[in-house]
Structure formats: structure tokens, C-alpha cells
């Protein structure tokens, strides 16, 4: 649970009177039952140009989230090997790069057609039993079978990362509560090109349809697990 429901990163953004408007959804946040590990689109493409601020790569990798992936990247890791070592079920989405895939916005319409910028980051490799969903919209559930792969393996809830937090995993999360599991961010390992966009975006899902929590609350109850299945 965590100790202060506002204690995150968008508390430099949003006003007291803001807070106070939003003061009766404070709530107990936690990690629910039966979770899997989705992962949104930590593909090639999101870090090309390298550990640069985005506004130097604009002209050259319009496409990237810069620094801002590249802070995400070892936060992340400790969230792979934690759920890994709780035994949750592991879930990707990548784009669909095939020529013939529809690509319905102006946005989407420019987007590299590369596959191999749409391959999943080493850092994050798929393991065997781990699931890679390809999309063709925002969302990872709109058009995939990634709902029924969850309830065949009776996930409940699911703990989330990646990006854009204002895009693709913002759709994807809201999807993912709409479909009725309960949704954990973690906040050190989503990201987006724009840091404004990132910190709103976090705070308004927190505020209707996720519980945003620190890694370090989410690795708590990822061990947690794995203690309780050593005992059980």
C-alpha cells in the first residue's frame, strides 16, 4: 500500500485546488490478485538516438522517447527479474510492421515499417512461455487475443509498464480495466516523449482507473509472493 496516495511524480504539476477536487478517490492502492506482467511497446524504436533529451532528436528520431527511455531502462529490468521470480505470467505488445497491416492515423501513417525496430529491447528478450502480442491500434487488447490468453490463465489483475503512458499504454491500461482486471503502473518504468504528457497521464489514470505505485511497493509484494510460495 502506498504511504502518500499523491506521492508521485506529478506533484510538481498539479495545484492544490486540483488535489482537492480529486481528494474523495483516495483509496488503498496495492497489487491485486493472480497477477501477469504486461509489458507496452519497449521496442528498438522508442530508444534510437540513445540516452539524449528528446528535444535533440526531434529532427533526427521523431519517433524516440530519449532520456526518458533510457532512465526507464534498469527500473524496468528489477521489475522482469521480480516477476520472474514470482512466476507471473509475462505478456508483450509490439506493433504489427507488416506491409500490409492498416495503419489508420496520420501518426501511425509515418512511423518506420522497419520490423527490426519493432523487435523488443534485449534487455527485456521474451523467454519461452512468454506471450508477444502485435497490434495494429493503441491499445494491446483492441483487435488481439490478449484478453482471452488472460482469462485462460486466470490472471485477475495485471501490473503493467512501458509506453507512451499517454498513448499506447494509457489505452491499453484502460482497456485492461474496462475488461474488469484490476491495474497496477509502475510508475519508474512507464514513459513518453514529454514529460508533461507522462505526469498527467499518470495522475488521471490514478485518479479513475489504475493504482499507480512505486517499484519499489511493487517489488515488495512481487517477493512477498515468492516467500509465500515457499512457505505454502
Same mark, same amino acid.
Given at each position: 500500500?502506498?504511504?502518500?496516495?499523491?506521492?508521485?511524480?506529478?506533484?510538481?504539476?498539479?495545484? =492544490?485546488?486540483?488535489?482537492?477536487?480529486?481528494?474523495?478517490?483516495?483509496?488503498?492502492?496495492?497489487?491485486?490478485?493472480?497477477?501477469?506482467?504486461?509489458?507496452?511497446?519497449?521496442?528498438?524504436?522508442?530508444?534510437?538516438?540513445?540516452?539524449?533529451?528528446?528535444?535533440?532528436?526531434?529532427?533526427?528520431?521523431?519517433? @524516440?522517447?530519449?532520456?526518458? =527511455?533510457?532512465?526507464?531502462?534498469?527500473?524496468?529490468?528489477?521489475?522482469?527479474?521480480? =516477476?520472474?521470480?514470482? !512466476?507471473?505470467?509475462?505478456?508483450?505488445?509490439?506493433?504489427?510492421?507488416?506491409?500490409?497491416?492498416?495503419?489508420?492515423?496520420?501518426?501511425? =501513417?509515418?512511423?518506420?515499417?522497419?520490423?527490426?525496430?519493432?523487435?523488443?529491447?534485449?534487455? *527485456?528478450?521474451?523467454?519461452?512461455?512468454?506471450?508477444?502480442?502485435?497490434?495494429?491500434?493503441?491499445?494491446? *487488447?483492441? !483487435?488481439?487475443?490478449?484478453? @482471452?490468453?488472460?482469462?485462460?490463465?486466470?490472471?485477475? @489483475?495485471?501490473?503493467?509498464?512501458?509506453?507512451?503512458?499517454?498513448?499506447?499504454?494509457?489505452?491499453?491500461?484502460?482497456?485492461?480495466?474496462?475488461?474488469? *482486471?484490476?491495474?497496477?503502473?509502475?510508475?519508474?518504468?512507464? *514513459?513518453?516523449?514529454?514529460?508533461?504528457?507522462?505526469?498527467?497521464?499518470?495522475?488521471?489514470?490514478?485518479?479513475?482507473?489504475?493504482?499507480?505505485?512505486?517499484?519499489?511497493?511493487?517489488?515488495?509484494?512481487?517477493?512477498?509472493?515468492?516467500?509465500?510460495?515457499?512457505?505454502?
Amino acid at each position: 500500500m502506498s504511504t502518500d496516495f499523491e506521492d508521485h511524480c506529478w506533484k510538481d504539476v498539479i495545484p =492544490a485546488h486540483v488535489l482537492e477536487l480529486y481528494a474523495r478517490r483516495r483509496r488503498k492502492t496495492f497489487v491485486g490478485p493472480a497477477p501477469a506482467l504486461i509489458a507496452v511497446d519497449l521496442y528498438e524504436l522508442v530508444y534510437q538516438g540513445g540516452n539524449t533529451p528528446m528535444q535533440d532528436l526531434v529532427t533526427t528520431y521523431p519517433t @524516440s522517447c530519449g532520456a526518458n =527511455a533510457w532512465n526507464a531502462i534498469e527500473p524496468t529490468k528489477r521489475l522482469f527479474a521480480a =516477476a520472474r521470480r514470482a !512466476g507471473l505470467p509475462v505478456f508483450y505488445s509490439t506493433t504489427d510492421s507488416r506491409p500490409e497491416s492498416v495503419r489508420p492515423t496520420r501518426t501511425e =501513417a509515418k512511423a518506420p515499417r522497419d520490423p527490426a525496430l519493432y523487435d523488443i529491447r534485449p534487455e *527485456f528478450k521474451p523467454q519461452p512461455g512468454d506471450v508477444v502480442v502485435t497490434k495494429q491500434r493503441a491499445s494491446a *487488447f483492441f !483487435g488481439t487475443a490478449l484478453v @482471452s490468453q488472460l482469462t485462460q490463465r486466470g490472471i485477475r @489483475s495485471i501490473v503493467m509498464c512501458g509506453e507512451s503512458t499517454s498513448g499506447c499504454l494509457r489505452a491499453s491500461a484502460v482497456d485492461a480495466y474496462s475488461y474488469g *482486471f484490476h491495474v497496477t503502473l509502475a510508475e519508474e518504468c512507464c *514513459f513518453d516523449r514529454v514529460d508533461l504528457s507522462h505526469k498527467m497521464s499518470l495522475f488521471d489514470l490514478h485518479h479513475k482507473y489504475c493504482d499507480v505505485m512505486k517499484i519499489d511497493e511493487i517489488l515488495a509484494h512481487l517477493e512477498g509472493m515468492v516467500v509465500a510460495e515457499a512457505v505454502g
